[in-house]
């Protein structure tokens, strides 16, 4: 057992921390600190800039762009960039799509897609939750029938993660409506710019728009657009919601809040001085880090697992990142909401224009904490993950 | 970055496993409960037999140079079992003062009884105002001759009754709360002034109250420096509390399996209670809840060798929080999926609750050290 990083890892990181210096526009990384949304072409302009270094789709296997990064690599890089912070990959394309095509698609559509994934020049959603399939997802109803060399696609997906920006879309639809519900699903993938294709944005609670409605009229797709097997699409979901395992704890997210956090309650006063002098609230703040610190832990055990053993049987640890992952991302909400007291109360009056600099660090906090009850929402409900955890790890 | 344990540790942990199912049911341990000072001589050779005793000694020393991941192993497998036997406060804390402050006279006059099981320790440290503040010492030694004279009471000291040597926190100058002026003795358990009150404790283990009256002592009784050891005491303290962390884990790992194999077989309304979901989500979250601990176990245990002390005693007050948090949940829970039989004292889930519980309490519990870590400018 050995809890240091070598120095070669040690380097690497300066390496990677350096160039996020260097590289991530201000403006970007400022947004990214005060919790506010990015436009598409700030997304789009640092995943190039990523992309340009080699290190757009660090963990594709090294023929398709991809570094040959060792998993603690991978570890250290997730974490600088999440806690600089810097946008991650767009996960649709990157980590979910990328990895299928690659895994079973066919050259023809390795050739066309993966070059335009890394480089960003498709946008890709996700197109797996339905208005009656959320947590059971196996229940989806779209549709897609064979007609000739088409495909004909009828139905409706939501909460598709920012398809407002979206040219393409990976899509499970039904192909064969006698078979068993996991059986007869397929992975088609296909133009957001399909005719047919309507986009219609769902405001969330914390006044952004971040997910829509997504729906099929008749939507014609080349019968080439399938990947893989017809009929197997489930076993391919399945095979990209395991695919990334550590990253969902995001503990370099949540560190760099709390860093922010014990910034702020430096600054802001209650009871005639900085409320990190408040015990209370200092204790809130220490357990909150002791947690993160278990689960950052937790997340290592499983880097350094799959890095000896490869990714093959999953250490039991790793269904325990999600949960607790999300659950401390919460928490770093909250102690936010609590350190700006009374003043999470404005809207966004000002906007992002500068004219109150004094003030704008706590627009975006309260809409952020509501934003972020998502985090247990989704990848697999909290409900969903335990589920898995009595069944696979407890053999209940 | 390696959480795995090499070919030796394996074995060592191989080892002690098989020795505890072999001879560590849980019918045994209540015999060896009903036994002289409330454990088994015969179990205790046995740990000897296998150099488990001298497992962190130095090889000079007639020990076998083990680290912090070696008394992890070994404290997860008492811990497991639910063992009586007094490893931690003769090989953990009286080993870890004698390997870091014993004069080669003093490791000549004690390793080698402890190493081969003819003699035990036991820690007098705790005092009635002083709850878990290292420093708060009441007890005086006072310099008299080349030697000391101690007075002082001395509280639920673990293994009081059957130790043959106590060591004593004292004060030889300042005031109560002065963390200058601590000295550690090595008393000989009846030297003439001690007397010992003994008692089980709520866990099954054995402690002693222990009055001090003039109990005389000569020089090579001192530890350390005998006017400024408190660096000494945190540094023994915390290798303890990384050792309960280790226990805290064994503990949580057999009570979250004997709770998953009860629900599994326990029926209700005609099934196996463990296929509702209430008490899958209560199970998975006791899963959660015991790895997060072992995160932080090993962190503390790999902690353990930082230099830094403040670095070092930052991280293992974490881990104390953890393991705690964690503990409280994993041992309620375990008792709740039990039902009544869970309250019953021939039931074992509830004496994994009780050690468990304990272990919350013994040198800082979760408020105590969630404080320090707070104090000391968090984590992050």
């Known amino acids: 057992m050995d809890l240091a990083f070598t120095k070669e890892e040690q380097a690497f990181r300066e390496e990677v921390r350096q160039f996020f210096r260097d590289n991530v526009p201000p403006d970007t990384r400022r947004k990214m600190v005060e919790g506010r949304h990015l436009s598409k072409d700030e997304m789009v302009t640092w995943w190039r800039i990523l992309n340009k270094k080699g290190w757009g789709v660090s963990h594709w296997p090294k023929q398709y762009g991809g570094t040959g990064w060792t998993s603690v690599q991978h570890y250290i890089f997730n974490e600088e960039l999440q806690s600089y912070p810097a946008p991650q990959p767009l996960a649709f394309g990157v980590s979910m799509v990328g990895p299928v095509i690659y895994t079973f698609g066919n050259e023809e559509q390795k050739k066309q897609y993966l070059p335009r994934i890394a480089n960003v020049d498709d946008w890709w959603c ?100 399938l990947i893989g097997e017809e009929n197997k699409g489930w076993d391919y979901a399945k095979f990209l919601l395991g695919n990334e395992r550590t990253g969902i704890a995001r503990v370099g997210v949540s560190k760099e809040r709390l860093r922010r956090i014990r910034d702020l309650a430096g600054k802001v006063e209650s009871g005639g001085k900085p409320i990190i002098q408040d015990a209370a609230f200092r204790e809130k703040l220490a357990a909150c880090e002791i947690e993160l610190k278990a689960l950052e832990l937790t997340q290592l055990r499983v880097v350094a697992d799959e890095g000896k053993h490869g990714k093959g049987k999953p250490n039991p640890a790793s269904s325990v990142l999600k949960i607790k992952g999300s659950e401390i991302q919460q928490t770093t909400t909250e102690l936010l909401m609590e350190v700006i007291g009374p003043f999470a109360a404005p809207y966004d009056v000002h906007g992002d224009d500068g004219s109150n600099e004094a003030m704008d660090w706590t627009a975006q906090i309260a809409p952020s904490y509501f934003n972020n009850r998502k985090v247990s929402i989704y990848g697999g409900s909290n409900e969903i993950q335990r589920n898995i955890i009595a069944k696979a790890v407890l053999g209940l | 970055m390696d959480f795995d344990l090499n070919e030796e540790q394996r074995l060592l942990k191989d080892s002690i496993d098989g020795l505890l199912t072999d001879s560590y049911d849980f019918e045994s341990r209540k015999k060896y409960m009903m036994e002289k000072g409330g454990w088994s001589k015969t179990v205790w050779l046995k740990l000897a037999e296998q150099g488990l005793l001298g497992l962190p000694f130095a090889e000079a020393d007639g020990g076998f140079g083990g680290g912090g991941v070696e008394t992890m192993i070994v404290m997860e497998a008492l811990g497991k079992a639910l063992v009586l036997e007094p490893y931690l406060a003769t090989v953990v804390i009286g080993g870890g003062f004698l390997r870091h402050a014993g004069t080669d006279a003093q490791k000549a006059a004690h390793v080698p009884g402890i190493i081969d099981g003819s003699k035990t320790l036991a820690f007098a440290q705790l005092e009635k105002n002083s709850r878990y503040d290292l420093f708060d010492v009441a007890t005086t030694a006072k310099k008299k001759g080349d030697g000391w004279v101690i007075d002082g009471e001395k509280f639920v000291v673990l293994n009081g009754e059957n130790a043959d040597t106590l060591i004593v926190t004292a004060r030889t100058k300042g005031e109560r709360r002065d963390k200058a002026g601590i000295g550690v003795f090595l008393v000989p358990a009846n030297a003439k002034g001690v007397t010992k009150k003994s008692y089980p404790t ?57 709770t998953v194999e009860y629900i599994k077989t326990r029926k209700q309304f005609g099934v196996a209670i463990g296929s509702f979901q209430s008490l899958q989500h209560r199970a998975s979250d006791m899963f959660v809840a015991a790895e997060q601990a072992r995160s932080m176990s090993m962190f503390a245990t790999m902690a ?70 707070a104090d000391g400018g968090g984590l992050i």
């Not at chain 2, 090579?220 to 962390?245: F, K, T």
């Open chain 2, 202 to 258: 709520q866990d099954g283990l054995h402690a002693a109250d222990i009055t001090l009256t003039g109990v005389e002592i000569g020089p090579d009784a001192v530890l350390g420096n005998p006017e400024d050891s408190l660096a000494l005491i945190e540094r023994v303290v915390d290798e303890a509390r990384v050792a309960l962390c280790a226990e805290a884990v064994g503990l949580m790992d057999e009570s979250l399996k004997t």
């Open chain 2, 304 to 373: 353990g060798d930082f230099e830094n002390a403040k670095e070092r005693s930052n991280a293992i007050a974490a881990a104390k929080v953890q393991i705690g948090k964690s503990l409280k949940f994993v041992g309620q829970q375990a008792i709740q999926l039990h039902g009544g039989i869970g309250m019953t004292m021939e039931a074992k889930i509830g004496h994994y609750f009780k050690r468990l519980t304990m272990i919350e309490n013994s040198f800082g519990d979760t408020d105590y050290h969630q404080r320090r870590v």
């Open chain 1, 126 to 225: 996700q197109g797996f939750s339905e208005p009656g399939s959320g947590s059971d997802l196996a229940s989806l109803k779209t549709k897609a029938e064979r007609k000739g060399d088409k495909w004909i696609i009828n139905g409706q997906k939501t909460w598709t993660t920012l398809a407002q920006h979206a040219d393409m879309i990976f899509c499970l639809c039904r192909t064969d409506p006698g078979a068993k519900k996991q059986m007869g699903i397929s992975f088609i993938v296909f133009s957001m710019k399909s005719k047919g294709v309507t986009v219609r944005p769902i405001q969330t609670i914390d006044g952004g728009v971040e997910v829509n409605e997504v729906f099929f009229d008749d939507v014609e797709v080349p019968v080439e657009n």
